[in-house]
C-alpha cells in the first residue's frame, strides 16, 4: 500500500508545471499525490508522466461527467 499527499495548487498555476511538480513530490516521497485543478481531481504517482496527466486534466474539464478523476500513467494496453 502506498501512501496519498493531498496537495493544494495556487491559483494561475499551469497544468503542465503542476503536474510535474506533483510526480516529481511522489518521487521524492515514494507516494502518491493527489490534487485539484479547475475542478478535477488528479492523481500523481511516481511512475506516472506529466503529460499525460496534463492531457487528461485538460479532456476531463471540458467534459460533463459526474466524477472527474484522472490519472499519471497510461492504463495497460490489454486493459478493455
Known amino acids: 500500500m502506498r501512501l496519498t499527499v493531498k496537495a493544494e495548487v495556487y491559483a494561475g498555476a499551469e497544468i ?3 503536474a510535474t511538480a506533483a510526480i516529481e513530490l511522489a518521487k521524492r516521497l515514494d507516494a502518491n499525490v493527489e490534487f485539484d485543478f ?7 504517482s511516481p511512475d506516472g508522466n506529466p503529460e ?29
Open 16 to 18: 503542465l508545471t503542476t
Open 38 to 44: 479547475n475542478g478535477v481531481k488528479c492523481h500523481a
Open 52 to 80: 499525460w496527466l496534463a492531457q487528461n486534466q485538460q479532456n476531463c474539464q471540458g467534459e460533463n461527467p459526474k466524477f472527474k478523476f484522472v490519472v499519471s500513467t497510461r492504463p495497460p494496453a490489454d486493459a478493455p
